[in-house]
């Protein structure tokens, strides 16, 4: 069986980010880029087993991921601490969330087609009050990084991993208002994650001086 079906399942897929540090990587994406307030109302789009709760402080949560098992496993651990649904990014998802500060894809963007991917800034724009975020992060390839990180990027799962210019092209399609950071010390192991801060423009950034 090989690496990425054994990662499939939520048990062995939570071990494994155990042991590369993940949830000191949570921990730092979270103080550092999401920066919730309390009351929140927070979508986590792609959001796995929805470890990213363990890091959050109380807010209102709707998660939702194409895997039904890692629904199951969030809905086990974090019951009534969120709402947590099947569902999969794709233009028929466009416009059914809306009202949120924050719209969470983390580890999400590199599993995604061009296509996708849009539809996936599109619906984080439409779910998101004026002034609402969207914060995402995936692996990213620079052209100075270790070989070991490149190596990593290139066993990834998602079989999407861009430069920070594509996935800064895919974004600012969507948002006018995007801040890209490219950092490499929030794992355990050599790995360069891209993180996109995508701001919802208030309604004064966009009315007319008459
Ligand atoms: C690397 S995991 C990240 C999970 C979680 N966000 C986290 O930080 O632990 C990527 C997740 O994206 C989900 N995913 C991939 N493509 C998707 C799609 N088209 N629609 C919804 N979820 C998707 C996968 O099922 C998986 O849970």
Redesign the pocket.
């Known amino acids: 069986m090989k690496l990425r079906n054994i990662l499939a399942h939520a048990g062995v897929y939570e071990a494994f980010?155990r042991l590369v540090g993940a949830e000191r990587e949570?921990r730092l994406y979270v103080e550092r880029y999401v920066r919730p307030q309390v009351g929140d109302r927070v979508l986590?789009?792609?959001?796995?087993?929805a470890?990213?709760l363990d890091s959050l402080p109380s807010v209102t949560y709707v998660g939702?991921?194409?895997?039904l098992e890692?629904i199951q496993s969030a809905r086990r651990r974090f019951g009534s601490r969120g709402e947590f649904e099947v569902?999969?990014?794709?233009q028929a998802m466009i416009g059914k969330h809306n009202g949120f500060d924050l719209v969470l894809a983390?580890?999400?963007l590199h599993?995604?087609p061009d296509e996708?991917a849009t539809a996936l800034f599109t619906l984080a724009k439409a779910a998101l009050k004026p002034g609402g975020r969207l914060v995402t992060f995936d692996g990213c390839y620079v052209e100075s990084q270790s070989s070991i990180a490149r190596f990593l990027l290139k066993k990834d799962?998602?079989e999407h991993v861009r430069d920070k210019e594509s996935y800064l092209r895919l974004a600012t399609g969507v948002f006018s208002d995007v801040t890209a950071s490219v950092t490499d010390d929030l794992l355990r192991v050599p790995y360069t994650h891209l993180i996109l801060e995508c701001r919802r423009e208030r309604l004064s950034d966009t009315s007319q001086t008459l």
């Open positions: 980010q949570r986590d789009v792609g959001c796995g087993p470890d990213i939702f991921d194409m895997s890692y569902g999969t990014v794709n983390n580890g999400v599993h995604l996708d799962r998602g």
